[in-house]
């Protein structure tokens, strides 16, 4: 057996209201790619955080090559061995490749003077290595976003670490930038690298990874060798978790025609000849991994991203949409799963943003708000949404995660939509405001509106759609009917593993 | 083996491309055919007694520029310099009528500034406020400070051991052309090649970054500000020795031109770009236009507005050359 890297012992990290990480121990080799998986929530983030030194675990040990080590910041693993590359690019636009690379750290002579020869002759020679042919003197916000991200991976081993944690690596890279770093992780493993990495893609973790732990609802609920199991045990590991009934039970009554049919949706890379329909009162689901273009596809048909091409029709009509607000008035609301960055004013009250999509409903002769009517209409929505406030002139920052929730599922429902796009509905929203948010979703369908609920929560999607389209780079892989839904089948599909 | 390669887009386009990229070329170019039609317009243009006062006249805002540049590259700001500019000349002023030499009153009124720069970056680096609320009060709270200082009257009659700073004069060159030109190349040079004053980049760039690149980002930053606090006092300094007097009115509005002159050589207020030769080209640039509505007898309000619609038209077309960059990737 391969001498051991690193040692975690009865790692804890608590955040208010949610236990991230419970008691996880775990060991991982020299030169070894250990996989991380599990569902989203599962507490994959926080324990890589904890390793990278972004977030201080509660309690629990951390041993690297035998010593214990404690990280207070990113910079204390680094110097440790241990990089993360950060979803987020941490490369600058307005430097070289090289100055990007070798960051902080360029060959100096005389009085600090940097020896730019030596810098760029030295970055060349790193970039063959992993044969990369770039000018190393090129400014990285000159090359394509598949080409920095390749950037980023090589600025990451560039320092040599010791251990490479890799979150979702593949997430946003193109199929032919996904082998060539697969080929590069394999070869920095047979020089003694270590990589944690952490996948939604089972493929990846039977093509790379030597052995896999699986993580769910904070704890680390079993190791397995890639060598010794099949999808299928992982998957069951990942699930294996009861459904309760916050869903509510409701009428799945016939319904007659379409609120919403998406013909033809395509966007270069991002999604591809998508088409499907949303009958009156129907609610469907939209599945797929982060990254599968499920939102995209979403704020595309609002108008809110570009198409390519793909044509909407509402109530059987084809409309013009454009823009945001096109669909808006033609009867399309699309809530963000950025509740506080897109969805809502946080520093504005909730009355202010209730009324925020609707202004010219409320907008009198002469351009002067009608005030007495939204007051009217705040109040009204406020009760009839149940939002816990004082009054209406509170600010929405200081609403609780599920009170802005409903605050935004309020506003938008108060647009006479034809159909919604509830995207990530109840991220960051506590039991009790999710069952009311899913009351409200189904008395909206019941009232003949066509919903659309996209969400990586799996339960979510079983509890409460009547029908599950499953994404998959793109595309739609697969449809299920409730009669067959298992949580078994989505992510297969989810996963690229299956396709209808 | 899977490989990256150059993609056209990705590669310099000729060595001519790439020295046109640059915004010091381009800046230097406008200046030459200015410079061009101008001699042609008016024989005064070319004389040196023209390009002296053009010169002796951006001294002053030339060397702040220097340290505004910095400043801009590392994602900060400072609208207090001008205060700080007039503070100094008061320190200066009233330790000279006190009775101290001119040495030490110099580094005294140096010491001061730099004191205003400390607290700005301390205040903007550690307790992460916002630099252009917090050097907006500075300025008002220094220029407040040197009034109180002063009592409201300008310090009169300083002595000559003190003036020789800005009306001496070395090879036939006034010392405040000298003191800016040696600035500007060395900033220049230090900003473009010496590893530490590069940290401001990554800073300016992308702060998470470059403090995981093992940069001390609130120790860069407070060294900028309290270099760019010691310019402006250089600067107070050699304008107070200049007019033999220390006016409490001087320095008004520079804060503004400096930051002017550092867009239109290219610096961003977004952070990461600029250098310091762009940002004397567009100071010079300034100059030269005012120079020349002079010169040709424009009337002196047309000024500004001619300063402000080149700062915009700058701007604007930064932004279209960027877009078509984006657009060709």
Known sequence: MREELLTVEGLCKSFPGVRAVIDVSFTLRKGEIL????????????????????????????????????FNSPLDSIDAGITMMFQELSLIGSLSIAENIFANRQPTGALNGIKWRELHTQTDEFLRRFNVSLDPRVLVKRLPKGQQQILEFLKAISTGPKLLILDEPTSSLPEQKTAYLMENIATLRSQGMSFLYITHKLSEVFKICDRVIVMRDGRHVGTRETSACTENDLISMMVGREIDNIYGARARAGRDGDALRVEGFSRRGVFRDVSFTVKRGEILGLSGLVGSGRT???????????????????????????????????????????????????????????????????????GFMKNRAISAFAAQKIGEFSIATPSAFKKVRQLSGGNQQKCLVATWASTEPKVIFFDEPTRGVDVGSRSEIYGKIEELSARGIGIVIISSDLPELIGMCDRILVMHQGSIVGEVERADFTEELILSYAAGLKSS | MGSINDSSAGSVRGKLGAIFAFRETILILVLLVAGIIMTIASPVFLTWSNIEAILLGLSVEGTIAVGMVILLVSGGLDLSVGSTLAF????????????????????????????????????????????????????????????????????????????????????????????????????DILLRNTRFFRQNYYVGGKEQAARLSGINVDFVKIFDYGLIAVLSGISGLMITARFGSSSLTVGSGSELRVITAAIIGGASLNGGEGSVLGAFLGALFMGILANSLNLLGVDVYWQNLATGFMLILAVVLDMINEQRKEKRR
């Open chain 2, 88 to 187: 100094t000349g008061v320190v200066c002023g009233l330790a000279l009528t006190g009775g101290v030499p001119a040495a030490p009153a110099i580094v005294l009124a140096l010491l001061a500034a730099l004191a205003v720069g400390l607290v700005n970056g301390f205040l903007i680096a550690r307790l992460k406020m916002n630099p252009f609320i917090i050097t907006l009060g500075m300025m008002i709270t220094v220029r407040g400070l040197l009034l109180v200082l002063a009592q409201g009257r300008a310090v009169l009659n300083l002595p000559a051991s003190f003036t020789v700073v800005g009306q001496g004069k070395l090879l036939g060159i006034q010392y405040p052309i000298i003191v800016v030109i040696l600035l500007v190349i060395v900033g």
């Open chain 1, 296 to 366: 995209e596809l979403a704020r595309a048909v609002f108008g809110m991203d570009p198409r390519d091409s793909g044509k909407v029709f509402l109530d059987g009509e084809a409309v013009r949409i454009a823009r945001p607000n096109d669909a808006i008035r033609s009867g399309i609301a699309y809530l963000t799963e950025d509740r506080k960055d897109l969805g809502l004013y946080l520093n504005m009250s909730i009355r202010d943003n209730l009324i925020a999509p609707s202004l010219r409903r409320f907008t009198g002769a002469g």
């Open chain 1, 35 to 70: 996989a991380l998986i599990g569902e989203n929530g599962a507490g994959k983030s926080t324990l890589s955080q904890i390793l990278g030194g972004a977030i201080r675990p509660d309690t629990g040990r951390i041993m690297l090559e035998g010593r214990t080590v404690s």
